[in-house]
């Protein structure tokens, strides 16, 4: 299973960026949970969503009404479109991965990683 990230960049308040995740080793469509999650810098990893293989998402709090998951099965890959961006979205963001229908985000839960992609929100 490997997990490749990518779309990050700097973006001024208020802008839009999407990130992808493509998926190898494994397909969407299979019994998987795929998570985004993000490390700010000086803070812990947290949650931002998750998206299991029956359509089911998770957003955290700071990501509702913000942030939309969806997916390409047939490009296996899983799309974050940020919006609305803010200073304080600024973090290093990882996708992973996890056998499983549970929607929950915490980093601990998740098998398959990622390398990060960097968020920089700043005028």
């Known amino acids: 299973v490997q997990l490749q990230a990518s779309g990050g960049g700097l973006v001024q308040p208020g802008g839009s960026l999407r990130l992808s995740c493509v998926a190898s080793g494994f397909k969407l469509e299979d019994y998987y949970a795929i998570g985004w999650l993000r490390q700010a810098p000086g803070k812990e990893r947290e949650g931002v969503s998750c998206t299991t293989s029956i359509g089911s998402t998770y957003y955290a709090d700071s990501a509702k009404g913000r942030f939309t998951v969806s997916r390409d099965n047939a490009k296996n890959t899983v799309y974050l479109q940020m919006n609305s961006l803010r200073p304080e979205d600024t973090a290093v963001y990882y996708c992973?991965?996890?056998?499983?229908?549970?929607?929950?985000?915490?980093?601990?839960?998740?098998?398959?990683w990622g390398q990060g992609t960097l968020v920089t929100v700043s005028s």
């Open positions: 992973a991965a996890r056998l499983g229908y549970s929607r929950n985000s915490s980093p601990s839960s998740f098998s398959y």
